[in-house]
């Protein structure tokens, strides 16, 4: 539930290292520069901590991870960064620990696969969580890890090392996006299906149920950027991402997901299509957008003036002039 809701994955660590071996796996880039992501640095650092605490550690690479204390196990929320990409603030980091500019496409696609989430968002979901378990109260503690001593030898994980991969995913995004714009749902469509084809060799990106959410989750965002540019009212876009949000959120299989996924896709087609062959002005395509948002709700004519950014008067003529309908 954490992860579907926050963005964040929740791994319980237990006696079994497997738990650890898995994060380690899934999670570190860079074993020499995030040794609190390796299994023995987090078996290291668990038997010393203190369940009286929630930790929240930042390292090196500039993700955060925080470590929740339980009864007989521990709550490893994260990691996660707090902002965007930025090739300039990537660059200095990189510089600053010692790494090549060769890795930069390496480190993009690991930090871009994180969810982005503020601190404090973090911290109020692991304050929650530590109460639902046993209702003790916890302190907070900030932890900023060094890089340490120079490394002669950095690795990386070879999980992000075919960055051509990587390179063709975006491109197909692109060329999905594009699509979008032109109301073509059925280049969208295998636009999609080509996106789908390259994540297979990605290796950071599993088969799993929650894998596939977080994919039609980036699919939402890409159809509501292509809506934007294919000028559909921000009120249009909201109202049809947060309906199949829902939607996808209450998925029972990835069979619902990709149905729903490509319903979305038509939808939204269909909309730019519509948009084109009206070729309303923005004035009266907002309140267009506006009324078909909530068909069943009574609308006073002074309400959807406002939506379109016009006095009730004019704006009831422009309508007309447009549209042929007279607005009561």
Not at 94 to 122: F, H, N, W
Not at 217 to 231: E, I, N, W, Y
């Amino acid at each position: 539930m954490i992860p579907s809701l926050t963005g964040m994955d929740l791994t319980l660590c237990g006696e079994t290292p497997d738990a650890l071996a898995q994060f380690e796996k899934r999670r570190c880039f860079s074993p020499e520069l995030q040794q609190i992501y390796t299994q023995v640095g987090l078996t290291n650092f668990l038997e010393k901590a203190s369940n009286l605490f929630i930790y929240n550690i930042t390292e090196v690479m500039g993700t955060h991870l925080t470590i929740i204390p339980a009864a007989e196990s521990w709550l490893l929320l994260g990691p996660y960064v707090e902002d965007g990409w930025s090739e300039r603030a990537a660059r200095l980091l990189l510089t600053s620990v010692g790494a090549s500019e060769a890795v930069m496409p390496l480190y993009q696609a690991y930090r871009c696969k994180l969810p982005i989430v503020q601190q404090d968002y973090a911290f109020k979901t692991a304050l929650l969580l530590a109460e639902h378990l046993d209702g003790a109260a916890r302190t907070v503690k900030d932890i900023r890890l060094d890089p340490g001593g120079g490394k002669e030898t950095l690795t990386f994980s070879d999980a992000y090392g075919n960055a051509s991969e990587v390179n063709q995913r975006y491109l197909m995004e692109d060329r999905f996006i594009a699509a979008m714009v032109q109301g073509d749902a059925e280049k969208a469509r295998k636009a999609l299906e080509k996106i789908g084809k390259v994540s297979t060799g990605v290796k950071f990106i599993s088969d799993s149920f929650q894998d596939h959410l977080a994919a039609s989750a980036s699919v939402r965002t890409a159809v509501r950027l292509a809506a934007k540019q294919g000028g559909l009212s921000p009120v249009l876009i909201d109202a049809v991402s947060q309906e199949y949000a829902q939607k996808m959120q209450h998925a029972a299989s990835k069979r619902e997901l990709e149905r729903l996924t490509m319903e979305l896709v038509e939808r939204f087609c269909a909309e730019m299509r519509k948009r084109r062959d009206n070729a309303y002005s923005p004035a009266v395509q907002r309140a267009v957008d506006y009324m078909e948002v909530d068909l069943s709700r009574s609308m006073t004519s002074a309400e959807i003036a406002r939506q379109a950014g016009l006095e009730r008067k004019r704006f009831a003529r422009q309508f007309r002039r447009e549209t042929g309908r007279t607005l009561k």
